[in-house]
Structure formats: C-alpha cells, structure tokens
C-alpha cells in the first residue's frame, strides 16, 4: 500500500523516522526557507521543528533514544547537536521551533549509530580538501577514513548503519560503494552496487534497500505485506 503523508507545492525532503516508529522528520521550504517538520506516519500531526527565519537547514537525524538531534545548519557551514526532552514525541505535547546555532565544525551527513556514539560527518565543511569521517559524540573527536583508494572519500547524503560500528556509504567521486568501521576509520569496496545511492538497511543488517534522489519531492508511505492474499477480501 502506497500513501502521501504531504502533498503541496513545497519541496519536502529527507524523510526519517523518529525513534518510536510513529514520527516521521523531514525538512521542507514550505515556510520559506528551508526548515525541519515531523509527521505522523498516518499523514497527521504535522509540526514545524526548527524556526530559522534566515537560515537554512537541512536533514534532521534524532538518536536513537530520542534525547538528542544533530541538525546541518548550511548558511553557518556546520551542524547543531542538541539535547531534547524525549517526552516531546508524546501526542499530547507542545513546544516552540527551535532556532540552532552550530555546535560543532563539521557537516553532518548520516544518522547516529545503533548506540548513539557516532555521527558521519565531513571536515572542515567546505573547501576542495576536505575530510569525510566519523565524529565521537561525547569527545567531539573527529576520525578520518582511509581505505585503499586514498582519504578523501566524497560520501553520498543517506549513508545507512549496518551495526553500531559498520556504515554503507557511496563515494560520489569513486562511484563506488564502501563499508566503513567507525572505530578503525577503515573502508572497504562493496562491489556490484549500482550508483549514485543512498541506503538503508532493515532486518538486523540483512536486507539493503537503495535511495534515489530527484528535484521534487512530497512524503509518501509504503506499506510492504508478506504477498499473502487475504481470500477474506475477495
């Protein structure tokens, strides 16, 4: 089954769910200026996250136990990593959209690991020689990646954890995918991956799903059954 949760003129972007499966983030310019919104996964509830009337955001990605949200801020070339109350996913709750200053000096580009230590990130966030990497959470310590191809590795927006160490990422430039190790900073050539992609993973890390990107974008559902059919529905 196939369901639009939006559906306007406004370009709606980078969708991701929120630790409880029911929240659905995503960042949008319907206000204007590119700005981060939640969604129920039923189409209702829609609610504006961040509030930055000049500034534009981009992806939202929330931890894993709901206690905190890296957000890129591209205008301040950086992201913002902020703590949160996770009671504000509850039905029931209220409050006002964030404004973000950048917290740290990276760009970050994938969702935090299984168990909330790493983000994927790039150093220093423009320029030609930059770094792509892991960032340690409570360290604020920046690893680069290495692997046979050099260390300049150019990773494609939705990058997807495999485990708490393991990420599948493509490298634009490479066109080529790789598996990297948070801890070592090592990446290793997937072969037989089609490009440009991004990922995500499902199953406990057994089935890879691909992701295409194109200029306009609403939200939509996808509900995947077993392929049994229901002789009751005939």
Do not use: C
């Not at 997807?160 to 948070?182: G, K, M, T």
């Amino acid at each position: 089954e196939r369901r639009r949760l939006t559906n306007d003129v406004a370009r709606d972007r980078g969708p991701s769910w929120g630790p409880n499966d029911e929240w659905l983030f995503f960042y949008s310019n319907r206000l204007g200026s590119y700005d981060n919104f939640l969604i129920r996964s039923d189409g209702t509830g829609l609610r504006q996250l961040t509030g930055m009337p000049v500034t534009d955001v981009n992806d939202v990605y929330v931890s894993n136990d709901g206690e905190r949200i890296a957000v890129v801020v591209f205008d301040q070339e950086g992201s913002a990593i902020v703590d949160i109350d996770p009671s504000w996913l509850e039905a029931d709750s209220s409050f006002e959209p964030l404004e973000l200053e950048t917290s740290t000096g990276h760009i970050i580009i994938g969702g935090f690991s299984p168990d909330d230590r790493y983000l994927v990130a790039t150093t220093p966030p423009s320029g030609a020689d930059f770094t792509t990497g892991f960032l340690e959470i409570e360290s604020n310590r920046f690893r680069g990646l290495t692997s046979p191809f050099g260390d300049r590795h150019n990773i494609w927006w939705d990058p997807a954890w495999i485990d708490e160490r393991r990420l599948i990422f493509w490298d634009r430039e490479l066109a080529r995918a790789f598996i990297a190790d948070a801890e070592t900073g090592e990446a290793h050539e997937v072969p037989d991956i089609p490009g440009p992609s991004g990922f995500e993973v499902a199953d406990g890390g057994r089935t890879l799903y691909l992701i295409r990107r194109i200029e306009k974008a609403d939200i939509w559902m996808l509900t995947l059954t077993d392929g049994k059919e229901d002789t009751n529905d005939r």
